[in-house]
């Protein structure tokens, strides 16, 4: 499976985007997916999860719960994050990924990731 991030960008505080996550060379099936993210000098952090093949039982990092949705279009093989009331501090590199776990926020477990879309948050 492959994935390809985009719709990253500069946007201005209170603004949002939406990121997009094709997946090509199969379905979901068999992986979760979710979002992560990586700011200079910080490791990278867990931000949405658990879109599967078998039914979606999302949860999010605590710093963007209520801001952020994670949802994904099945015809389109492509997961989404919604990203709302962005602030300065959600500028990061934001890679989307795929895990063999159920449940997983930890970078270690995702096994599959897409190159990364860059999204900077202006004050």
């Known amino acids: 499976v492959q994935l390809q991030a985009s719709g990253g960008g500069l946007v201005q505080a209170g603004g949002s985007l939406r990121l997009s996550c094709a997946v090509s060379g199969r379905t979901f099936s068999g992986y979760a997916m979710g979002w992560f993210r990586q700011a200079p000098g910080k490791e990278r952090e867990f931000v949405a999860g658990?879109?599967?093949?078998?039914?979606?039982?999302?949860y999010y990092g605590d710093s963007v719960k209520g801001r952020f949705t994670i949802s994904r279009d099945n015809a389109k093989n492509t997961v989404y994050l919604q990203m709302n009331s962005l602030k300065p501090e959600d500028t990061a590199v934001y890679y989307c990924?795929?895990?063999?776990?159920?449940?997983?926020?930890?970078?270690?477990?995702?096994?599959?990731w897409g190159q990364g879309t860059q999204v900077t948050v202006s004050s």
């Open positions: 990924a795929g895990t063999r776990s159920s449940y997983s926020r930890h970078f270690s477990d995702y096994t599959v």
């Open positions: 658990g879109i599967s093949w078998s039914g979606d039982y999302t």
